[in-house]
């Protein structure tokens, strides 16, 4: 071995030399850590737009990198530094062709690539870049008196009980706005989807933590018709209810509202569907058929540069999912993407048509593992489900402190027969293997199901299981939102069925705002045996414990003439009289002013 050392040596410093490298640097490079890169080599259908990032190397330590397409040549780039110090990007000035096929030539040891060359192929892509959306349906809920810009959806609660984890509760009816309320139904605050007068779509909304501070976030885009792209954009708002980012996915893509996960890293999961042509002759479709590629990305927030790319074409065969290609020959959805959550150096990534998660190395792009629920095809399923565990169609899978995994299993698919029909939320614990090579096991830890009536959930989702153990349940397209003590039971349950179109999925956190503005006012003089009424509204606080009015002929001359607790997000208060001038001032359970009103003429509204 000491021989064959001292031959190889000499060989590599003159090759260094030829390529113009020291020998300090060769010494370097021969035993420094393999770089990843993404798209990761091999990559069937990378974007035309695709940029290339390196990860894992200090930016300044990458050297030269040459970019040769078949078709277009070569092309320069120019580069991207990751916000995190880790990594950088390499931007081409121009796109590629599709079809042809991308050689990257580098001198690091990149994974998967052999001497720091690697091949990606970019796609051959196909019609619209988005599967069809929702048609734009107008709000029904009725307007706010003192901010008739505002139309909040109506929670009906059914039950509330001390057991409920404190927190607050996020669900947005994608077409009506983001809302969050408290264990009472209360809201506190709600922003409308529509945007200028246009009609939008917002998913995903809830409170994360983002740079060790409290945020709200969302997917928010374009309600269109099922012929036209859906264009729109991840959203990071403050306690302000500022936003303070607003970017899409990167390469090229369009960004799909199904996921918006804040990683520990700062980093944005998130995801994009894109129609590429592919051969469907085998499962019933045409030679030059086409299917949605579902796209992963994890994103630079800092700078918009894509961290990490994985694609379901080309690692995940077709012959997984339980569909089949359209009778109109339209892009096939195989495989349907819907979450994906941080798992230490790992991804668990959620795909509804092959009801299956599976575990992706973040390094390398590889699947390590796939957990499939619906028992079709064992085949495909690196594990033996253990009684009650099977699932189907899920949604919202996520690795929890304990190592458990907690999803949404919708269970209703007519298709799925081995699979109950009843949609549940779900924790299963993944064991090894008993014997050698035997597989390992995923057993059943808790199923929630709602014990009052089967509530079957066609589609969406989520299960999140809170600090105290309790499990919150947002039924998806069911309307409903419901929380369960460990035990099974149910300390909260509420719907909105008056919703135009449900909520993607329902959350509970820990949530305090801080408003913009003033509260708004609105009044009107008694009639026909009627008290006078006031109605005041602060959109966001959510510290208001009463409301005092108080009524004058001056501004200078002001007496209270009312009070009430608060009760929403609109507090309609009956008062005895009302002099010329009107104004509402909020106070908080202590008793201290948190803000007032401007004073308006009695009848006008101020917000």
């Not at 410093?13 to 113009?20: D, Q, R």
Request: aromatic share 8%; proline share 6%.
């Amino acid at each position: 071995m000491e021989s064959r050392n001292r031959t190889f040596i000499p060989i590599l410093l003159a090759t260094a030399s030829l390529l113009g490298l020291s020998q300090a640097a060769v010494a370097k490079t021969g035993s420094a850590k393999p770089v990843s890169v993404f798209p990761s080599p091999g990559t069937l259908v990378a974007s035309d737009s695709t940029t290339f990032s390196f990860r894992n190397i200090k930016p300044g330590n990458l050297g030269p990198v040459r970019l040769i397409g078949s078709l277009t040549g070569v092309h320069r780039g120019s580069r991207l530094v990751h916000s995190d110090g880790k990594g950088v990007s390499v931007v081409p000035n121009r796109g590629f062709a599709p079809g042809e096929w991308v050689r990257v030539s580098t001198r690091r040891r990149i994974r998967l690539a052999r001497h720091g060359d690697f091949r990606v192929r970019i796609g051959r892509f196909f019609g619209l870049d988005q599967k069809s959306s929702v048609p734009a349906i107008a709000n029904r809920y009725p307007r706010l008196h003192s901010r008739p810009d505002l139309k909040p959806p109506t929670l009906d609660l059914l039950t509330s009980t001390p057991e409920a984890a404190e927190g607050r509760i996020f669900f947005a009816p994608k077409l009506t706005g983001m809302t969050i309320a408290d264990k009472f139904g209360r809201i506190s605050w709600f922003r409308p989807s529509a945007d200028r007068g246009r009609a939008q779509e917002v998913q995903d909304f809830r409170s994360q933590q983002y740079r060790g501070k409290s945020v709200l976030t969302f997917w928010k885009g374009t309600s269109k018709r099922p012929d036209t792209p859906r264009i729109g954009s991840f959203n990071i708002l403050n306690r302000r209810y500022q936003r303070i980012a607003r970017f899409g996915v990167g390469n090229g893509y369009k960004p799909d509202g199904h996921e918006f996960t804040i990683s520990p890293r700062n980093t944005a999961l998130v995801l994009a569907y894109r129609a590429v042509r592919w051969d469907l002759r085998a499962y019933g479709g045409l030679k030059n058929g086409s299917i949605f590629d579902n796209v992963v990305q994890e994103i630079d927030i800092g700078t918009g540069a894509v961290l990490f790319e994985w694609h379901s074409a080309g690692n995940v065969g077709l012959g997984a999912t339980v569909s089949r290609p359209d009778a109109d020959n339209s892009s096939w959805d195989y495989f349907h993407v819907n979450s994906v959550d941080a798992d230490a150096d790992r991804l668990l990534v959620s795909a509804r048509k092959v009801s299956t998660i599976y575990s992706i190395d973040r390094a390398t792009g590889q699947v390590k593992w796939r957990l499939r629920g619906d028992g079709i095809k064992p085949e495909a399923n690196d594990f033996r489900m253990g009684t009650g565990a099977r699932f189907g169609y899920q949604h919202d899978a996520e690795r929890l402190p304990n190592g458990d995994i907690s999803l949404f299993d919708n269970g209703s698919a007519k298709s799925l027969s081995t699979v109950r029909p009843q949609s549940s939320g779900l924790i299963l614990r993944l064991l090894p293997a008993k014997k050698k090579g035997r597989k390992a096991r995923a057993i059943l830890v808790r199923r929630f199901a709602h014990p009052d009536e089967p509530v079957i959930a066609g589609s969406q989702g989520s299960t999140e299981i809170l600090a105290n153990g309790n499990a919150f349940i947002g039924w998806g397209s069911k309307s409903r939102i419901t929380e369960f003590t460990a035990d099974g039971s149910i300390a909260f349950d509420a719907t909105f069925e008056q919703a135009p179109v449900n909520s993607y999925r329902a959350h509970k956190a820990a949530w305090q705002g801080v408003p913009p503005g003033r509260p708004a006012i609105a009044s009107k003089r008694g009639s026909e045996g009627k008290p006078p009424r006031v109605w005041a509204s602060w959109n966001g606080a959510n510290q208001i414990a009463a409301w005092v009015v108080v009524s004058g002929p001056g501004p200078k001359k002001l007496k209270a003439v009312a009070s009430s607790a608060w009760r929403n997000l609109e507090t309609r208060i009956p008062v005895p009289r009302l002099d010329r001038l009107v104004r509402a001032i909020a106070y908080d359970q202590q008793g201290k002013k948190l803000g007032q009103s401007a004073v308006v003429k009695v009848g006008r509204q101020s917000g």
